[in-house]
T-cell receptor, first 111, second 112 residues
Framework: GESVGLHLPTLSVQEGDNSIINCAYS??????FIWYKQESGKGPQFIID?????DKRQGQRVTVLLNKTVKHLSLQIAATQPGDSAVYFC??????????FGKGTRLSVIA | DSGVTQTPKHLITATGQRVTLRCSPR?????VYWYQQSLDQGLQFLIQ???????AKGNILERFSAQQFPDLHSELNLSSLELGDSALYFC???????????FGSGTQLSVL
């Protein structure tokens, strides 16, 4: 079946550097994409979302990029801080189907 | 705080037993979703309810069932528990169909 996946299971970055977390999706019918952050012992927390009619969306220190041609989604975190250490999930959805989540990337920020 | 409340936070039980997980969605949200998260899997969608009616079903075992009540809270019932059912169970809610989900803090189920 179609699924959402992540290129890297772990990512270590230096504090203050920018982080890029990647995600590949295979369902060409997906029109809604979303990133979640999950800290240890907590539920996933919404970060940012984007619809397929856009290719870029910015939030506070975060940017999501969508490349529909290659079915690729990325989350950029500017000036990464220790508090950004968590597992990040991408998810895709379309119309009547519930969100499908990828397996997650663990981001570790090195002070 | 997402506004989604799940109880209990932790549950320890034995194989063969039955448990009920409870979820109160954010005020005004009509959709409730249940997800299972285990160490070697991501967030696996189990089931969705919208305004009291089942809307979508995912990888939910026949031993599991759920319902959404008129006050919109939901319960997930897990029966004939097996060791492999040990996982984090999350409830999420949304105001619109399949839009941004708000997750509760989960119920950690341990089957011994």
């Amino acid at each position: 079946g179609e699924s959402v996946g992540l290129h890297l299971p772990t990512l270590s970055v230096q504090e203050g550097d920018n982080s890029i977390i990647n995600c590949a999706y295979s369902n060409s019918a997906s029109d809604y994409f979303i990133w979640y952050k999950q800290e240890s012992g907590k539920g996933p927390q919404f970060i940012i979302d984007i619809r397929s009619n856009m290719d870029k969306r910015q939030g506070q220190r975060v940017t999501v990029l969508l490349n529909k041609t290659v079915k690729h989604l990325s989350l950029q975190i500017a000036a990464t801080q220790p508090g950004d250490s968590a597992v990040y999930f991408c998810a895709e959805g379309s119309g009547n189907t519930p969100l499908v989540f990828g397996k997650g990337t663990r981001l570790s920020v090195i002070a | 705080d997402s506004g989604v409340t799940q109880t209990p936070k932790h549950l320890i039980t034995a194989t063969g037993q039955r448990v009920t997980l409870r979820c109160s969605p954010r005020s005004g949200d009509l959709s409730v979703y249940w997800y299972q998260q285990s160490l070697d899997q991501g967030l696996q969608f189990l089931i969705q309810y919208y305004n009291g009616e089942e809307r979508a079903k995912g990888n939910i075992l026949e031993r599991f069932s759920a319902q959404q009540f008129p006050d919109l809270h939901s319960e997930l019932n897990l029966s004939s528990l097996e060791l492999g059912d040990s996982a984090l169970y999350f409830c999420a809610s949304s105001s619109l169909y399949n839009e941004k989900l708000f997750f509760g803090s989960g119920t950690q189920l341990s089957v011994l």
